[in-house]
Every structure is written in structure tokens, then in C-alpha cells.
């Protein structure tokens, strides 16, 4: 069943109201009737069953049905920090982290970014990828999209993070720690990884990163690029605690 | 360092002769000289390290310096068969699934595929993409990229498998198998997984797979598309195997 994610100032009491984007998606996309069901997610992750009961020239009105007990969020708190590239990149990770359960999205400009830190990202299109992705995947709560930022300011708000964590592409590294070990703790506990530019981080990034107690991991004997690590990553994190 | 993949037919004992697409890219976009070194890869999946010795207006002669003792490939043999979507999904998954080190790609006619199998895909660009992806990412063997075909044909050739596998996603079903206890098991190993279209399998699908002894698996609470349920499943895999 169709999902739409809304404010929670859209409800009052019972009756739901949608307008906008998906008030056109209703209508015109769906081509929904009077007394259709769809499912709606309020901003508390809480899902409920609603049915059609009229229509305006803007607005699509809703009866809620009945609460539906339903959490399908990853029992983790993952945020990825993915080095800043070009935009249909960030699309295309922010599409399947977003499936795959991801809580928070940073781009982070780091020394051999292809892409600057005072680019301008089209936020909007992003948060709508999102929305739509969190929707379609059945997802409770919609993933947040950060505004890029560099290395170092990231570094200034950590302390929130049981799990600090860096993909490193030296996988012959002797400081590398199997992520193994580290993901099965993961539950209910909140983590930071970043993944470094094609090129890879600097020494001297890296040299920062261990400074601030961030763990490097390694993601197999293959070069991977950007996108497929942040994908790799969750996906391993889902398997470990969902599967 | 760069690496390119060759025909064995390039090679002529210790010189190595390259033109066409790989002559444009060491040349004008890599923009090398002579004495600069590539890596070579050729079709036994062995790994040269090699130098430029002569430019001419067509192609590029190298030296082997020495035989590399590298090998980064999957120690299984994973073949996608993935539901018929549009080409640039393919692309995406292609991409993505190279990296991961799946060894073939089959393009599945499915009731609710979007596409249908008589449409003509651009086969060459799906071979480049899997080359650049190849080289990239530092394999040994080039991913095979099948032509499309329908699941009943498909269903004809699949006695060279040891595991065969589809992603449900009725992960309520009480035939779901834990892909976690058979991944342990698909070292040096065949496996196919297909992975559904958009809207899944039909009932039938089902039935005549079931009767064709593939086991069902469950990708999580999500519902994912086909392109990240693909690389989850890949991701999986070289966890299990690599890490």
C-alpha cells in the first residue's frame, strides 16, 4: 500500500490533511478515489491507516482508520559522512542508505573531493529523494539530509557517537579492525562512518581521524568507489542485525 | 596505478600492444609517456606489471617488467540474475555488482518486468561500463554480461549451479531461508540469485521456482529495489567471504 510521510501539524484528531506534492500524487499520479486506503507516517515514526473521504481543488482529506503497529527502522543509529562529489552521486547513495535503514546523511568536503564544500546542492531535490525512497522502502522515519560541511568542522560534533569510523582503502594496513566484531555491538547504539573521495584520505586526514579515536575498517581486497562502499556499509549493517 | 584488460591475442611474449579505446585512454586521458608503467590484466586473470616503451599514431607498445601475484577475485562464483529494467538501472547495478566481484549478470524477463525481453539494450556500452568498472576496482576477470532472456529459458540451464537462490520479499513467508547459514557455504562455490522486479514475483513465479528447488531469502524489514536488494546481496557476500 502506497505510504506518505506528513508533519504532524497536517493531523487533528482523526482527520488527516495532505496537500502539495503529494496531494498531486494522490490525485494524479495514484489516481486515488474516495474511500481508498493509504498508509500515513506521522513525524513520530508512527504509522497509521487512513482512508480517502474527499477531495478539494488543493487538498486530499483523510479518516484514520486504525493505529498500525508497524517498526521496520534498522535498530541502530548509523550516519554515513560521505565525501563530497557530484550530485547524482549523493543521489544515488542518499536513495539506497535511505532504503537500507540509514539515520543521517553529511557530505564532508575532504582534501582530494572532486566537488567543493561552497557548492550549492540542490537540498530540495535531495530531501524529495529521500522522502520518496523512505516511503516506497516502508521505512517509520525519513533519513536527515545535512548541509555539507568540511573535516574538520565535523570533527567539532562528535561526542554524540558511540562509534567512530572510517573506511580506509589500505586493507594491508595493520591498524585496520574487522568490522565484524564492531557491528554486532551496533544495537541500539549510535555510529559515524565516513567514506574518503576516490582518491582516498590524505595522511594527514588520516592522521586527523586517529587523533580524534576514529577506527579505520577495510570493505575487501577491491577498490571500491565511493557510492558502493556507502552502500556496502549499510548493507553489511543490516545483515548483521536484521537478518 | 592504472589497469587495463587485454585480449590474450595482445600479448606476444614479453610485448604487449594496445589500440582502440585503451590507446585513447592512456594517451590522451591518462596523457602517459613513454617509461610509465600500467598494470595488465589479461584473460587468464593474470596480472602484469608492464611499461610504455613507443607511441604510434594508433597504438601503444609495452614492455612486461614483471608477472604481478595478485588476486582480488570472489572466492565464489556469483551470477545475478536480475528482473528486466531500464538501461540505466542495469548500468547502475553493473557497476556496482563488477566491484563487489559477481561473475555474471543475466538480464531475467519477469510477468512484472517494466521492460520487455525483446527490447534491444546497448550491449557494448554494458561491456565498457563492466571493463572501466573492472579495471577500476582492480579485478582479475571481467564480469560476463549475458544477453536478456526469460525465466523459463533460464530455468533450462541451471544444472551448473550448486545454490540457487531468490530474494522474496515476503520475508513473513515461513519458507524464507536465513541466507547467513548458506553464505558460509559458497566458497568456491556456483550460486545464482535472481532478484524480482518492482512488484515482485508473481504467484506463479514462485511456484515454478519453488519446483525448480531455489530457496527462498528475506533481504530485511524493507522493501528494497531491485538495484539495492542486487548490491546488498553482493555486499553480503564478500563480507562473509573477505572481511
Redesign the interface.
Known amino acids: 500500500m502506497q505510504r506518505y510521510f506528513i508533519k504532524n501539524e497536517q493531523m487533528n484528531k482523526n482527520t488527516i490533511t495532505i496537500n502539495d506534492q503529494d496531494f498531486h500524487h494522490i490525485k494524479n499520479v495514484m489516481r486515488m478515489k474516495t474511500s481508498d486506503n493509504v498508509e500515513v507516517v506521522n513525524e513520530n515514526g508512527l504509522v497509521y491507516l487512513a482512508e480517502i473521504v474527499s477531495f478539494s481543488k488543493t487538498e486530499v482529506i483523510l479518516n484514520i482508520i486504525k493505529n498500525i503497529n508497524e517498526n521496520?527502522e534498522l535498530k541502530s543509529e548509523i550516519t554515513i559522512g560521505l565525501a563530497l562529489a557530484r550530485q547524482s552521486k549523493h543521489e544515488?547513495v542518499l536513495?539506497?542508505i535511505t532504503?537500507?535503514?540509514a539515520t543521517k546523511f553529511i557530505p564532508v568536503e575532504m582534501t582530494r573531493s572532486v566537488i567543493k564544500f561552497n557548492k550549492s546542492f540542490n537540498q530540495t531535490r535531495l530531501e524529495m529523494i529521500v522522502k520518496e525512497a523512505s516511503e516506497?522502502?516502508?521505512?517509520n522515519k525519513l533519513l536527515e539530509v545535512s548541509e555539507a560541511t568540511t573535516l574538520k568542522n565535523l570533527l567539532k560534533n562528535i561526542n554524540e557517537y558511540d562509534y567512530l569510523i572510517y573506511a580506509y582503502e589500505d586493507v594491508k594496513d595493520k591498524n585496520i579492525v574487522?568490522?565484524?566484531q564492531l557491528i554486532k555491538d551496533f544495537k541500539n547504539k549510535k555510529a559515524l562512518i565516513l567514506v574518503g573521495p576516490e582518491g582516498g584520505f590524505t595522511n594527514d586526514e588520516v592522521s586527523l581521524l586517529n587523533k580524534h579515536k576514529f577506527i579505520p575498517i577495510?570493505?575487501?581486497?577491491?577498490?571500491?568507489?565511493l557510492?558502493?562502499a556507502a552502500?556496502?556499509i549499510m548493507?553489511?549493517i543490516?545483515?548483521e542485525l536484521?537478518?
Chains 1, 2 share one sequence.
Not at 516506497?136 to 521505512?139: A, H, I, L, N
Not at 577495510?218 to 568507489?225: A, D, E, K, Q, S
Open positions: 521496520n544515488e536513495k539506497r532504503e537500507l535503514g516506497q522502502s516502508k521505512r574487522n568490522i565484524k577495510g570493505l575487501g581486497p577491491r577498490i571500491l568507489r557510492e558502493t552502500i556496502y548493507s553489511i543490516s545483515y536484521e537478518l
